[in-house]
């Protein structure tokens, strides 16, 4: 707005100075009819005559009749144009400059993505000396159809074992890893053997239970689920049982004796036919997490669950 002040300004003090020469009148004028302006602007060009010079004036007359010397008013505003300049330059010299935002930094290629920590399979190697059979092996026992693994321990099922007269009645089988170092040549070699130590089956054994569905180890405690179990008159409701390790040695003597007994059995609170409560069991502390792939909650057939207990705690 102010450049487009100063320019008609300087517009009409060209015409006034080159479009009125040579003029006698004193007030001859130029006024805008029409514009920007919400006033009425003139220029009048005025001679003073002495004796040497002749010199014109550019006014401006505004609405209310009174007049600007235009020449004057650019005078007076370049003058304090060149005050503030001279401000602003004893400022910069008295506090060392004015504060200017710091450049933004280059553009830099970005950086490539970390590289995935190594996965804790990829280091593994097979132990080829070392392959774990049931001591009664029998055909489709499907040994091996779940594995839990704490410590030197490990518990696999085997879900159609015959034992106790019940077809696929199922069972776990409970090893313990036991290692020995020998000297051979002035080396030392550990041997690994895995000897089973006990076999597990369900206090209430059934044909086609399937107990051994799932496992789980965590310290001294075995879940183990049974999907095809009839309780509660719900056919293949399922249920998981709870197993305990005690060990203790007979007369202060080394040998140590270890039995594992059956503590409990869980059910699904809302039980009912077909959910295969116990298909899948995880253990951690002192909580289970126990799965009913085909629980029908929210009314959608199937849609499955996974109910969560939690041990209380020892009196």
Request: hydrophobic share 35%; aromatic share 10%.
């Amino acid at each position: 707005m102010k450049k487009t002040f100063v320019l008609l300004l300087l517009l009409l003090l060209l015409f006034a100075t080159f479009g009125t020469h040579g003029q006698e009148d004193d007030a001859s004028s130029i006024c805008a009819a029409e514009g920007e302006w919400k006033t009425n602007l003139c220029a009048k060009s005025i001679d003073f005559y002495g004796d040497f010079m002749s010199q014109k004036k550019l006014l401006v007359v505004q609405e209310d009749g009174s007049t600007i010397d235009i020449v004057e008013r650019i005078t007076t505003l370049l003058a304090e144009n060149l005050e503030l300049k001279n401000r602003l330059a004893a400022v910069e010299s008295t506090h060392g400059g004015f504060f200017k935002p710091p450049s933004p930094p280059p553009s830099l290629p970005p950086s490539p993505p970390p590289s995935p920590p190594p996965l804790f399979l990829q280091t593994m190697l097979e132990d080829t000396s070392v392959k774990i059979y049931a001591s009664d092996a029998a055909a489709d026992d499907l040994f091996g159809h779940s594995v839990s693994l704490y410590g030197d321990t490990a518990l696999i099922g085997a879900i159609y074992d015959d034992d106790n007269l019940q077809t696929d009645s199922g069972s776990v089988y409970v090893f313990t890893r036991i290692s020995s170092s020998s000297s051979n040549d002035g080396s030392s070699v550990i041997t690994t053997t895995w000897e089973q130590q006990t076999k597990l089956y369900a206090s209430d054994a059934a044909a086609d239970d399937r107990f051994g569905q799932s496992v789980s180890l965590y310290g001294d405690t075995a879940l183990i689920g049974a999907v095809y179990d009839d309780d509660n008159g719900l056919s293949n409701s399922g249920s998981v049982y709870v197993f305990t390790r005690t060990s203790s040695s007979n007369d202060g003597s080394s040998v140590i004796t270890t039995t594992w007994e059956q503590q409990t059995k869980l059910y699904a609170s809302d039980a009912a036919a077909d959910d295969r409560f116990g298909q899948s069991v995880s253990l951690y502390g002192d909580t289970a997490l126990i799965g009913a792939i085909l629980d029908d909650d929210n009314e959608l057939s199937n849609s499955g669950s996974v109910y969560v207990f939690k041990a209380p705690p020892p009196s």
